[in-house]
């Protein structure tokens, strides 16, 4: 029988394209208030934003959405996008700009691997802003797996960050 194929630990996600319904609030939301940079782009149909440079970790368009509502709650999808900043203080920096904009937030966990804050672009498109623990504070239990959990981000100690 034949080995088991597994993923080469370097393998990566690159970046995600997302469906939005106006491309111009998209990269406010993206741009102004997250803090990517517009790369470039195609048309008035489509947008690709970054950090540092990248071509691209977000793409955004309108070829098959524009105008339209957000897709359904309850429907097969995308369930969130995942952001991740370098460190806890870049975390707090989000958090204290989403916060002083008044941007709703849905959740915010402690998963004992990362802290993460929940919220949706303005097209209700999921997204989990977090930041890893190094690896050697990761909780796992007596066999050395890893025991991932929820409870609830202490936000307070979170802005002690800044």
Known sequence: MEATYRVPAQTRIGHVHLK??????????????LGFDLI???????????AGGYHHHIGLNTWYSKDAPPAPVHAAGL???????????DL????DRLRNAHYPF????????SEALYLN???????E??????????????????????????LESLLKEL
Request: net charge negative; hydrophobic share 35%; aromatic share 14%.
């Open 20 to 33: 939005v319904s106006d491309l111009q609030r998209s990269l406010s939301f993206y741009c102004d208030l």
């Open 40 to 50: 470039t782009m195609y048309g008035t149909q489509a947008a690709f934003v970054s």
């Open 79 to 89: 369930f969130h996008v995942a952001i991740v900043y370098p460190t806890r203080r």
């Open 106 to 113: 849905s959740g915010a966990s402690d998963h004992g691997v």
């Open 129 to 154: 802003l977090y930041w890893d623990r190094p690896m050697d504070q990761w909780p796992r239990n007596e066999a050395g797996n890893i025991e991932m959990y929820t409870r609830p981000l202490n």
């Open 92 to 95: 707090a920096v989000i958090f």
């Open 121 to 127: 672009d303005p097209d209700e498109n999921g997204l």
